[in-house]
């Protein structure tokens, strides 16, 4: 069980760090990181593109987070 929980907080602290910069690439009121990265990648498409797939990788984390979260309090109980 020792094992199991050591692998389990390792995926959850690496999910943790990947949804706090996922969510700092996210647009504030002045556009954010995630516009400059559309633009390096190609600026004839639009950054809404990212901004979705952007929206859908952060999605993705949060769901893989809460799962962790919840198996965590299982395991450590």
Do not use: D, Q, W, Y
Not at 1 to 10: D, E, K, N, R
Not at 34 to 56: A, C, D, H
């Amino acid at each position: 069980m020792a094992t199991l929980s050591t692998v389990i907080i390792i995926i959850h602290s690496i999910i943790c760090t990947a949804l706090v910069l996922l969510i700092l690439l996210h647009a504030g009121k002045g556009g954010g990181i995630s516009s400059v990265f559309g633009e390096m990648i190609s600026p004839i498409t639009s950054t809404s593109i990212v901004e979705k797939n952007l929206n859908r990788i952060t999605i993705a984390i949060s769901i893989i987070f809460a799962i962790t979260t919840i198996l965590l309090n299982i395991i450590l109980k």
